[in-house]
């Protein structure tokens, strides 16, 4: 089994910045690749971005392009997004997840562990 928490969240106004932060824990040899999704009300999942455990490599969502970062820190198992000018459209409940082959799906049914989720509430 492999656990994921996530914490971070909270409100902001737009054009701010929060960070998010995923530890995992259990058995972290399942976590080859990770990523951030997030779900508004009404709305289906969707991918913001994604790192391969092993290279670092990422993939990130147009939408968040060029304003949204994700890291991992081996030593702590920890996964952020550092999240920067924030605008109201991103406002939804963010989850990390993590799957045991390393490429960098998309797809929330790719994914076979989740965390609970961190609210992030950007004010216009």
């Known amino acids: 089994q492999v656990q994921l928490v996530e914490s971070g969240g909270g409100l902001v106004q737009a054009g701010g910045s929060l960070r998010l932060s995923c530890v995992v824990s259990?058995?972290?040899?399942?976590?080859?690749?990770m990523a951030w999704f997030r779900q508004a009300p009404g709305k289906e999942r969707e991918f913001v971005a994604g790192?391969?455990?092993?290279?670092?490599?990422?993939r990130y969502a147009e939408s968040v392009k060029g304003r949204f970062t994700i890291s991992r820190d081996n030593a702590k198992n920890t996964v952020y997004l550092q999240m920067n000018n924030l605008k109201p459209e991103d406002t939804a409940i963010y989850h990390c997840?993590?799957?045991?082959?390393?490429?960098?799906?998309?797809?929330?049914?790719?994914?076979?562990?989740w965390g609970q989720g961190t609210q992030v509430t950007v004010s216009s």
């Open positions: 997840a993590t799957k045991s082959l390393s490429s960098i799906g998309t797809m929330s049914w790719d994914y076979n562990y």
């Open positions: 259990g058995r972290t040899f399942s976590r080859a690749a």
């Open positions: 790192i391969r455990w092993s290279t670092g490599d990422t």
